[in-house]
Structures are given as structure tokens and as C-alpha cells.
């Protein structure tokens, strides 16, 4: 245990070194956020960061509390946030404009709420209330504008651009194979495995068993914490590269989270 929170510690000393940047920048990043021409891909990019860090100080805490449960469901969840991001950075970076952002925020919102309607209908079959006649979609329209002016077809083709598979074939269409190969093979199968953890299926039983010796648990929750500082580390140098490509600014915020990184890599 000790051993643990001593690993913990030392990731926090890089880890606050790089928030101590990013609360100096981020007012800044902030007052640029419509001085261009991507505010969509910019707001996207300052909320993954935002949340990225939730919820990697939540997997430091679990960690050091020895919760490899919970600090492996939020490590999952995560890995998505950072695909995610991921998907959006290429696409700004290969179309230079602001359609994926744009995409995400209109085309996801909507489906989410197509989604919603369609639990509450589900709900009052379920419970034999009235149900409701009207299609989820007709629904929708009537609540949101934005929704009148597109098909159902394409809310859900453009929103499905954003899913974690679709992600993942296009980041392996865009990133040359040499690359891209190790992170697929790593990230598939271990997004797999923590998925059974989300949604109580009987592997997670099995990875606890795999860890019930202190000396497992601890070199797995070392690895979940490190991995957690490193991705959420990379979200925000890919915020960063888009913040310095419409001001260069923020060029300086870039290179002194990429040297704090550098250092840590060195350490390690």
C-alpha cells in the first residue's frame, strides 16, 4: 500500500505542475473562444480537457484507496473520452474547419435526445401507462427546431460517426499502420475486457480474482493510474495544438506541458 500512494504522489507532482498551466492559460483560451473560426472544435476541446481531468483525479483517489473496481469502470470511460477526442482532433486537423465540431455537437445532442424520448416510451410499456403514440421523432421536431431540419436517417448516420467502433476504423483509415497498430491491438481488447466491469458481466469476476494478491492489485492499479496521467496528458497537447494553430500564443502552454512530460517520461 505504501508503495502505492508513493507512486500516486509522484504523478501528482507532474500532474499538478501541468494543472498549474493549465489554470494560468485556460482564461486566455477562454477569451479566444470565438476569435476564429472553429468555436465548435474550440469549446470541444476545452470540455475533453475539463473532463478528462475528473476523471483522472477520480481513478488517482480510487487507486490510492485501493478500488480497482471503480478506478477500472472510470479508466474505461476514459479511454472512450480519449478516442473521442481523438476522432475530433484528426478530423479538424485533416479538414481545417469546424464540421466536426459542429457534427458533435448538433447531431450527438440530438440522438441523445432521441434516445431519451425513446426511454420514456419504453418506460410507460413497461409499467402498462398510456403509452405514447407518437414516433420519438415526431417528438423531437416538435420540441427542438434543429431537428425539423434533417432526416432521422442522417441524425443518426452523422451521430454514428462518434461511436467508438466507427472511431476506431477511421483513426485506422487516417494513421499510417506502423503506428496505429500497437494502440489498436492494446486498446480493443482492454477496452473489451473493462467494458465487462461497466455492465456487470462475469469477466469482472475473474479480473478480480486475477488481483486478489496485494503485490497484482497494486502493479495494476500503478499501471490504470500512469495510463490515466498519460492520456490525459495527450487530450490536452491535442487541445493545445489547435488552441496554437489559430494563435500562437499558446505555443508556450504546448511546450511546457510537453517538457513536464518529457521529464516524467524520463523518470519512469
Not at 14 to 25: C, G, S
Not at 108 to 134: F, G, N, T, V
Request: proline share 2%.
Amino acid at each position: 500500500m505504501e508503495c502505492l500512494s508513493k507512486k500516486i504522489d509522484e504523478l501528482r507532482i507532474f500532474d499538478e505542475e501541468i494543472h498549474a498551466l493549465i489554470e494560468k492559460w485556460m482564461p486566455l483560451v477562454l477569451q479566444d473562444s470565438t476569435n476564429h473560426n472553429i468555436p465548435n472544435v474550440w469549446q470541444a476541446s476545452v470540455m475533453f480537457i475539463t473532463r478528462s481531468n475528473f476523471l483522472k483525479e477520480a481513478i488517482f483517489e480510487l487507486s490510492e484507496n485501493e478500488d480497482i473496481y471503480s478506478a477500472g469502470i472510470l479508466f474505461r470511460s476514459l479511454i472512450e473520452h480519449s478516442v473521442k477526442f481523438q476522432y475530433i482532433f484528426l478530423r479538424w486537423a485533416q479538414e481545417k474547419n469546424d464540421t466536426v465540431g459542429e457534427e458533435y455537437y448538433k447531431f450527438c445532442d440530438l440522438a441523445e435526445d432521441l434516445s431519451y424520448i425513446d426511454s420514456l416510451k419504453y418506460a410507460a410499456k413497461l409499467i402498462d401507462q398510456e403509452s405514447i403514440s407518437k414516433n420519438p421523432f415526431d417528438i423531437l421536431q416538435e420540441i427542438k427546431q434543429e431537428a425539423s431540419k434533417h432526416s432521422l436517417k442522417e441524425i443518426q448516420k452523422k451521430a454514428s460517426q462518434f461511436n467508438y467502433r466507427k472511431i476506431l476504423e477511421y483513426i485506422v483509415s487516417k494513421v499510417p499502420q506502423n503506428i496505429v497498430s500497437n494502440f489498436i491491438w492494446k486498446i480493443i481488447p482492454e477496452y473489451s475486457e473493462l467494458s465487462s466491469l461497466v455492465h456487470g458481466g462475469p469477466f469482472s469476476e475473474r479480473m478480480l480474482y486475477k488481483v486478489f494478491e496485494e503485490d497484482k492489485r497494486i502493479e495494476s492499479l500503478s499501471r490504470i493510474a500512469s495510463l490515466a496521467f498519460l492520456i490525459s496528458c495527450d487530450i490536452k497537447l491535442n487541445a493545445f495544438i489547435i488552441f496554437l494553430n489559430m494563435n500562437r500564443k499558446f505555443e508556450q502552454c504546448y511546450i511546457e506541458i510537453r517538457k513536464i512530460l518529457n521529464k516524467y517520461q524520463e523518470q519512469t
